[in-house]
């Protein structure tokens, strides 16, 4: 029981560290993306549950893919679960992936090799279009082309078709989900006794510590 409430402590801590770098990236950038932390979480939260990534890893996702001004709100969420399926599929991490993305979609037309170098292939006709809609200043358009492109080639919906594929996908993410509670509820118990440790702390440094030192030196 101990080591699991560790282990579910942990698990919640790694979930405060990756939101906590989500809210710094969300501020950073002026929310340039158009998404707020309650949506990005939601997202995430929703991701998570049906493939085999926990939520900081989908949150850490997340906040790499918010480091790159041109991923808005048109893309943002299509484009965080075409992410996670190009790296199940080029078997990368899904930071490694999401910053490779990232490059990709901020610019189009370069991003092109960048995605082929990664394993992902594109038809000529597909690269053309790309360029095209990127040179006449149509952005968003060209990033929704490029993602489209990428669905039909055979990735949409690799990630949660590995999950669903995996025997004890549903317990071990219902086991994930409750270490997550625990740790929570944990947590909120850790903050509210932290001044008294702050306090014994305080203690033995003035007192105790100089005591066993003043022992020692004799």
Known sequence: LVEYGKKAHEQWEQIEQ???KLKANLQSTGETAGMSLKEIQGFAGELSSKIQATRSEVTDMASQLLT???ITKDVFQSSMGMVVDIAKQTNHGLSET????GKA??????????MMRYGVMFTDQEKLKIKQLQASGKLIESQKYMIEAIAHSGYKGVAEAMATAEPMFRFNKMMEQTKEK?????????VKIAPIL??????ISQHILPFIEEITSK
Not at 105 to 114: A, F, I
């Open 182 to 190: 625990i740790g929570e509820v944990l947590d909120s118990i850790i």
């Open 105 to 114: 979609l901020n610019n189009p037309t370069e991003g092109l090799q960048k």
């Open 198 to 203: 702050d306090e014994v702390a305080s203690i």
């Open 68 to 70: 790159f001004p041109q």
């Open 18 to 20: 990756t939101t906590a």
């Open 98 to 101: 999401a910053i490779m993305y």
